[in-house]
């Protein structure tokens, strides 16, 4: 009697397992891809590098002139001058821009307001494919209802994955080890 519940539950774990792996398999495989890319970002070049300007002693120009020629220069390219963050830097000389609606990034140097490179983040949008937020992005939504939506769904159904598999695991076990002791 004890086997063929361990056998009903043991079916029902394997159907259930099922039917949230399969639905779940091409986001589990998306988001393993760029977290594996996210982890060897620096490494594959995904993430522009970081310069370093030599002092000589000189001043620190404003934030304010930093912003006004990143702004000069990426309107130039004709893109959006709508900035996201300055990561300001004056110990290595230099301010990285980062825009709200693309991909660039700036780096400027804190002493002549020079732009010394102009890159696209990849690692920006690996990270946006990879937490689901690249739906939100495209459609411009507030409060990242898709990126909520996406993780808690990829995490909850991972965690029973997770739970059906050890059970998956285990019940088979424990029906060999009643029917050794039955016989």
């Known amino acids: 009697m004890k086997n ?103 780096q400027i140097d804190c002493y002549t307001g020079a732009v010394i490179s102009e890159k696209t983040r990849t690692a920006d949008l690996i990270e946006m494919i990879h937490d689901g937020s690249i739906v939100d992005y495209v459609f411009n939504s507030e409060g990242n209802p898709t990126k909520l939506f996406y993780s808690t769904l990829i995490s909850l159904g991972l965690l029973f994955l997770a739970f059906s598999g050890f059970w998956l695991w285990l019940k088979p076990k424990q029906i060999k080890k009643n029917k050794a002791k039955t016989t």
């Open 4 to 106: 063929k519940s361990l056998a009903k539950s043991t079916r029902w774990y394997r159907k259930s397992h099922r039917l949230v792996a399969i639905p779940l398999l091409l986001f589990i495989v998306v988001m393993s891809i760029t977290g594996l890319l996210l982890t060897w970002k620096d490494q594959l070049g995904f993430k522009p590098s970081a310069a370093y300007i030599e002092s000589d002693k000189r001043p620190l120009i404003s934030l304010a002139d930093i912003e006004q020629n990143a702004i000069a220069y990426i309107d130039s390219l004709k893109l959006s001058n709508d900035i996201n963050r300055i990561d300001y830097r004056p110990k290595k000389g230099i301010a990285k821009v980062r825009f709200e609606d693309h991909f660039t990034e700036l």
